[in-house]
């Protein structure tokens, strides 16, 4: 599968942005995805994911309550709807896909990547 991540962008911290992760895959196969983040001299973190359905979503704590996870099936589409946006978010963010229908928080998890959407976030 080949994802494509975008929407990034500049925005002033408490505004909001929805990444896009659109993604090609074959006929039959089921994928769980993830959003993950990797700011400048930092480790790449795990932010959301949700499989298959969508009926389960995991967050970290760092997000949780700010941000949203969703899929669109029929359009191969995963976003990342980011509200109450803190100078903290800034960073790289990487959507993942995962063959199987679960999804996971360990990015080792992933054997799919996108190549990544720039979001900065000002104070």
């Known amino acids: 599968v080949q994802l494509q991540a975008f929407g990034g962008g500049l925005v002033q911290a408490g505004g909001s942005l929805r990444l896009s992760c659109a993604a090609s895959?074959?006929?039959?196969?089921?994928?769980?995805m993830g959003w993950f983040r990797q700011a400048p001299g930092k480790e790449r973190e795990f932010v959301a994911s949700i499989n298959w359905s969508g009926g389960s979503r995991f967050y970290s704590d760092s997000v949780k309550g700010r941000f949203t996870i969703s899929r669109n099936n029929d359009k191969d589409m995963v976003y990342l709807q980011m509200n109450s946006l803190k100078p903290e978010d800034t960073a790289t963010y990487y959507c993942a896909a995962k063959s199987g229908t679960s999804a996971s928080t360990r990015a080792s998890s992933y054997g799919y990547w996108g190549q990544g959407t720039l979001v900065t976030v000002s104070s």
């Open positions: 895959r074959s006929t039959g196969k089921y994928y769980g």
